[in-house]
């Protein structure tokens, strides 16, 4: 079984970055292609990135399409999430997730382990 351990959020001012961190127990990582969701306030949990299990192909929501970046590091059992350009509408609950499968998917069911997600909070 995965566990995942997330961490890099916190309270920026509008057009500033951070850098989430995913950290990945057990070795099924590589295997696994890594999601990326938010959840704002009054609104259902969405993917905004996702990457497969090499990191070569990408899918961004086209909000954030040219502010962030995902990446993962498989020798460190890490995904990153590089936020870049914040802007208020990006406030939310930011969740890792690992699929079951090593392609990038749309299929919320197919990603089985998630993260405890992190707060990214956006405001003047």
Same mark, same amino acid.
């Not at 299990?53 to 590089?82: M, P």
């Given at each position: 079984?995965?566990?995942?351990?997330e961490?890099?959020?916190?309270?920026?001012?509008?057009?500033e970055?951070?850098?989430?961190?995913?950290?990945?127990?057990? %070795?099924?990582?590589?295997?696994? $292609? /890594?999601?990326?969701?938010?959840?704002a306030?009054?609104? =259902?949990?969405?993917? @905004?990135?996702?990457?497969?299990?090499?990191?070569?192909?990408?899918?961004?929501?086209?909000?954030v399409k040219?502010?962030?970046?995902?990446?993962?590091?498989?020798?460190?059992n890490?995904?990153?999430?590089?936020?870049?350009? %914040?802007?208020?509408?990006?406030? $939310? /609950?930011?969740?890792?997730?690992?699929?079951?499968?090593? =392609?990038?998917?749309? @299929?919320?069911?197919?990603?089985?382990?998630?993260?405890?997600?992190?707060?990214?909070?956006?405001?003047?």
């Amino acid at each position: 079984q995965v566990q995942l351990v997330e961490s890099g959020g916190g309270l920026v001012q509008p057009g500033e970055s951070l850098r989430l961190s995913c950290a990945a127990s057990g %070795l099924t990582f590589s295997s696994s $292609a /890594v999601g990326w969701f938010r959840q704002a306030p009054g609104k =259902e949990r969405a993917l @905004v990135a996702a990457t497969d299990w090499s990191g070569g192909n990408t899918y961004y929501e086209d909000s954030v399409k040219g502010r962030f970046t995902i990446s993962r590091d498989n020798a460190k059992n890490t995904g990153y999430l590089q936020v870049n350009s %914040l802007k208020p509408e990006d406030t $939310a /609950v930011y969740y890792c997730a690992l699929a079951r499968v090593p =392609e990038v998917t749309f @299929v919320r069911r197919f990603y089985t382990y998630w993260g405890q997600g992190t707060q990214v909070t956006v405001s003047s």
